[in-house]
């Protein structure tokens, strides 16, 4: 089964309904031996494209993963970039902002931290948690010392809603392509995700009782999500919503969409002038001596 990337793109200006999208569909592999052949065959694909991106150095490629716990960030991340060249690549994950960071502006410990040309960039979650859990736990906005009290009406989320999406279009403009994933999980796999981590040795470290909390407000995040999918996905630097029951099926949408983004951009190795070609040629004659 072919993989359509625009299948899973919200388009500018869609008004997201998260209920409508589903969280699982049919497999694109048949076996698990196809699953492997295939997710090989992307991560071969994908490093051949981080050779040449590195290489034109004209563009940078910035992915970011948003989703609620257990939805598989770290394991797509992982499995999806597994044959990149580390130096081509950085992984960034962003947690509750430092005293440091929260003397700054909303955006400002991300940008530190973006790709520059001929690179790729991974931000597991990003700045759009500043309209997820800040959404939803408005008293964070206490601690991030705003010029005036913080407001519960929508203006403070449309505001942020434009300045991200103004630095988006500011990046687009200078190189940067920007894609950004949705890892769309079932309340119900979620759970049978939870009790595998507590019935797992294994996998007792990945849980957390914050997580449990953080699950009873399950509504109020889909919420947030759905205006913010809504306000930010552009033409430039799209939302893709990734069904993310099955894990495999959405390590094979993230690295089929990698593919299509970095495919789009028309790349090729520099040229090589005839002035550079004959020095080349007279050094080689000179190491065949």
């Known amino acids: 089964m072919k993989i359509s990337s625009k299948d899973f793109r919200v388009r500018e200006g869609d008004d997201v309904d998260l209920k409508k999208w589903p969280t699982i569909v049919d497999r694109v592999y048949k ?50 970039m597994s044959g990149v060249n580390p130096q081509g690549c950085q992984v960034f994950s962003f947690k509750h902002p430092s005293p440091m960071e929260l003397q700054h502006d909303f955006l400002w410990r991300t940008t530190r931290d973006l790709p520059e040309r001929g690179r790729i960039g991974i931000f597991n979650r990003s700045y759009y948690e500043e309209v997820l859990i800040v959404r939803v736990h408005r008293d964070i906005l206490l601690s991030e010392g705003l010029p005036d009290p913080p407001h519960h009406d929508k203006t403070l989320w449309h505001d942020r809603y434009r300045s991200i999406s103004n630095l988006e279009r500011h990046l687009h403009a200078n190189g940067t392509r920007i894609v950004k994933f949705f890892l769309h999980l079932s309340k ?102």
């Not at 031996?33 to 940078?60: F, I, K, P, W």
């Not at 294994?202 to 205006?227: G, L, Q, T, V």
């Open 188 to 289: 119900d796999e979620q759970r049978k995700r939870f009790l595998a981590r507590i019935d797992e040795p294994k996998k007792n470290w990945k849980f957390s009782a914050a997580d449990i909390e953080e699950r009873k407000f399950w509504k109020h995040y889909m919420e947030a999500y759905e205006e913010c999918l809504s306000a930010t996905s552009t033409s430039d630097s799209p939302w893709y919503i990734v069904p993310a029951d099955d894990k495999e099926n959405a390590r094979l949408i993230v690295s089929q969409i990698v593919l299509d983004t970095l495919d789009d951009l028309k790349m090729s190795y520099p040229k090589t002038s005839e002035a550079r070609r004959n020095e080349l040629l007279t050094i080689r004659k000179g190491l065949e001596q």
């Open 31 to 80: 076996s698990k031996e196809q699953y492997q052949e295939m997710l090989t065959d992307h991560v071969a694909r994908l490093s051949s494209q981080q050779q040449l991106l590195y290489a034109s150095n004209r563009y940078a490629l910035l992915l970011v993963f948003q989703a609620m716990d257990a939805a598989g960030k770290d394991g797509a991340i992982r499995h999806v």
